[in-house]
């Protein structure tokens, strides 16, 4: 038996054809969507990943450091030390901001790194190229995906620093790319105030007679002195020992050092069930959309096709055509025209992912979800048409 | 009369119930031997084709009885089970428009049937093509049916309500749209093929240029045939 199906679908390629690739597009546009999510999950589990810690120490009941600001001293690592289970613990900051680059700027998330070597908590586990920080200030390492290269000059608050290494795949969870400096140094930027600022503030202490009384000079110096250093940092990076819980750890420092801890598990939590649902809860209403849209359209064409073969249809049920070769026939145009869109859509994203400024994450169960669902799309918009071919009344081919 | 093509006795068809209730067929009674082309004339609302439906098997009539070759297909009722068979494999249609299937070539278009019925693509299609080569067709086998002339269409129509070998061909106004000389050609093939293939043909026409090529007729009024001997002057 013949394929009346590919034969009607050769006999008017050129509808099947500009019908296919528009219906890809939506395709397309549907599976970078879900690219977006799963790289925006992708991208906060390598911030996870990356930071190299096996709990997140931060400020008393805050979801710190990524989802919420966090603010603990940045001795709070010492005492950190001294519990059973942590093998090491180091400082950490985290500051969003605009940093220019040449012409343009770019938005980057600057990591404070507590001194220390490659296998400190927060470090960069590799680089692509140059080296790690070596020196206490004013060198930094930057994401490859910054546009930043070796040796180029980052302009962060009133300092520059030279880029001496480069890593990939260190990017915040809202996706935006870390420049990794000494925490000496990020410390300072994140509360470091503007000339104008610092000398009033000086004017004021100086003639507040309780903080510069007279005959106590050193005073208002070292009130001076506290009011420009920081001495705060966003959370503090453990590493556990061999062995140990990190439930129970997590638990011995929220009760002991009065601080909020996270296991990896609760951090992850927070950064996808809160951080960025709302984002996924958006990208699912686009999702929903666009499937809906997509069924419309293959819906209206298989029906539009149908329609215009509403006297063919006659004549062949009056012929003796079975009505499953007529469904059939319907079906497998609805089947074709899917799988048509959803190659080119598969190939769209593919090829259009790379470009998107943001990670674009396209899974492979993702494709055969989205190939699933073109199918189930494909045989419940062929069902209208079905229905009216069914109708058709054989004695229309005979008229009268 | 020799045979059996196709025998229709008393045969009636009721449209509606009670006071609204049309009686489009009242006392219809045929006879086509096989090899046999009659027409059927009549004037418009006569009942031809509400007649054609129910020889084709498409609308159930409301009494009487048919026989087609040994079978009675109606008695009162269907005596068979499965209509679309019986249209597929023992009543051959031709069309006043040849009803093509567009995005199928010549060849399918004819071999279409044979494959319904089972038959394997390539001995469906052999057969097409000796009956195309037959209808003076077969060299635009490959054609899609917009590429061909109306006479071509028709030819092609023909042989696909042949190409089962039904014992019965229905043809309604098959020359309707073609000139004098290809009407005549038509029904000199539709004579041709009844012979060839022992089938029994009834064309409906009302088309006078080949009213008087059939030797018999039958008319039909108010839903009663009434036989008449014909012409039978085939130029």
Known sequence: ?400 | MTGTGIRIEGLRKRYGKGSTAVDALKQVDMAVAPGEVVGLIGPSGSGKSTLLKCLGAIIEPSGGRMVLGDQVIYDNGWQINDLRDLRRDKIGFVFQAPYLIPFLDVLDNVALLPMLAGVRNREARRRARALLDALDVGHRAAAMPSQLSGGEQQRVAIARGLINRPPVILADEPTAPLDSERALTVIRILNDMAKSQNTAIIVVTHDEKIIPTFKRLYHIRDGITREEMGDGRLP
């Open chain 1, 1 to 400: 038996m013949i394929s009346l199906a590919g034969r009607d679908i050769l006999h008017s390629w050129g509808k099947f054809v500009f019908t296919g690739v528009g219906l890809g597009l939506l395709i397309g546009v549907t599976l970078t969507m879900a690219g977006v999510y799963r790289g925006m999950v992708a991208d906060a589990r390598a911030l996870l990943d990356n930071s190299g810690a096996d709990l997140w120490v931060v400020q008393q009941d805050t979801l710190g450091p990524y989802a919420e600001s966090s603010s603990i001293p940045d001795d709070s690592y010492r005492a950190l030390l001294t519990l059973p289970g942590v093998a090491s613990a180091a400082n950490v900051t985290y500051l969003t901001m605009q940093v220019e680059r040449g012409q343009t700027d770019v938005r980057v998330m600057v990591v404070g790194l507590a001194n220390g070597d490659p296998s400190t908590s927060g470090w960069p586990p590799y680089l692509i190229a140059g080296r790690h920080i070596t020196r206490g200030h004013y060198e930094a390492v930057a994401d490859i995906s910054s546009g930043f290269a070796l040796g180029e000059h980052i302009t962060i608050r009133r300092h520059q620093y030279t880029v001496v290494g480069l890593t990939r795949r260190m990017v915040s969870s809202a996706g935006d790319p870390m420049v990794f400096i000494p925490l000496k140094d990020a410390q300072q930027a994140q509360f470091l105030k503007d000339n104008d600022a610092i000398w009033q503030n000086r004017r004021r202490t100086l003639a507040n007679p309780a903080l510069n009384p007279p005959g106590a000079p050193r005073l208002a110096e070292a009130v001076l002195a506290s009011q420009s250093t920081n001495t705060y940092v966003n959370a503090a990076l453990v590493t556990l020992a061999p062995g140990h819980d990190a439930n129970a750890v997590a638990s011995d420092i929220r009760r002991w050092k009065r601080l909020t801890a996270y296991t990896r598990e609760q951090m992850e939590g927070i950064l996808i069930g809160k951080l960025i649902a709302s984002s996924a809860r958006q990208i699912a209403m686009f999702l929903v959309i666009l499937a809906t849209v997509s069924a419309a359209i293959v819906a209206f064409i298989i029906y539009t096709l149908t329609l215009d073969k509403i006297r063919e249809i006659a004549v062949l049920k009056l012929i003796g055509t079975r009505n499953r070769t007529i469904a059939a026939m319907i079906l497998q145009q609805a089947l074709a025209l899917g799988l048509t869109g959803f190659v080119v859509g598969k190939i769209t994203a593919t090829f259009a992912a790379p470009l998107f400024p943001k990670y674009v994450l396209l899974m492979p169960m993702d494709t055969v979800r989205a190939l699933v669902a073109v199918v189930i799309i494909c045989v419940l918009a062929s069902v209208s048409a079905i229905r009216m071919a069914l109708k058709v009344d054989p004695a229309e081919a005979i008229g009268g």
